[in-house]
């Protein structure tokens, strides 16, 4: 009986240390996938990287990793020629394949996204006219709301606009746009509907996504407009095979 309380002990310790070890080694593989994303991709900073599954170790010697999820909190693309913000992209990578002596990591699929916030569309929308802009809100049921500014003031009636998406262009489409003659100050403005909507409603190019990704769709959210991307055979680390 003792023996065996004694063996029972021993399997625990040494599961124990077992764990550790696993869960020690995820963690530098982590931080170095982390490194080589940040090269790769051009980040000014590295991504929050998590490998899932468990144990890792046995993934790692089979040379294929079930799950790499990449969180950013910021990441920068290309809106027509202007830099653009996406907050909290996050990037879900499964089947990764492990090559070249660990140096080179390709995933069979990924899918994930972030939001471009209101400010951040209000922004890309102007044109350095900091007295006559326009603004974005969620609408409800994937609608935009959007409304005239005057110095930062909203004014005028509320336009509803549908979010569009083709390929990696994005717009907002308003149908009808109001008259504008009635409101002080921005009705005396020649031509406002047509100035409204040359702003909002016209194709803009994203651009700069992470490399194998592409944009799939978007959505009006309370936050701001979600962008879904996804990719098959997305090389996360290392050089092209040859």
């Known amino acids: 009986m003792r023996a065996l309380r004694i063996g029972l002990i021993l399997l625990v310790i040494l599961g124990g ?14 931080g170095e996938i982390a490194s080589k994303v940040r090269s790769s991709q051009g980040l000014d900073s ?30 920068t693309v290309q809106v027509d020629d202007q830099t653009g913000t996406v907050d909290d992209l996050v990037i879900r990578l499964d089947d990764v394949k492990l090559e070249n002596n660990y140096e080179r990591a390709v995933a069979a699929r990924a899918s994930g996204g972030g939001v471009i916030s209101y400010a951040e569309m209000a922004r890309l929308t102007g044109d350095g006219d900091s007295t006559f802009g326009v603004s974005f809100g969620y609408a409800g049921e994937g609608q935009i709301e959007v409304r005239v500014t005057v110095m930062g003031r909203a004014v005028g009636p509320t336009m509803i606009g549908d979010l569009d998406v083709d390929g990696d262009l994005v717009s ?18 020649p031509g406002i509907e047509d100035q409204i909507r040359q702003r909002v409603d016209q194709d803009r190019q994203i651009s700069g996504l992470p490399s194998g990704v592409e944009l799939e769709g ?25």
């Open 17 to 30: 240390l077992a764990f550790a070890a696993d869960r020690v080694a995820v963690g530098m593989a982590e």
């Open 46 to 75: 590295e991504p929050s990287v998590s490998i899932k599954g468990f144990p890792f170790l046995t993934q790692l010697v089979g040379k294929k990793l079930d799950r790499v999820d990449l969180e950013m909190d910021t990441y």
């Open 218 to 242: 978007l959505k009006a959210t309370e936050d701001g407009v979600t962008l879904s991307v996804a990719g098959t055979d997305v090389q996360l680390t290392g050089a092209a095979s040859e």
């Open 172 to 189: 907002v489409s308003i149908d009808d746009i109001p008259s504008f003659s009635d409101i002080p100050v921005i009705g005396s403005i």
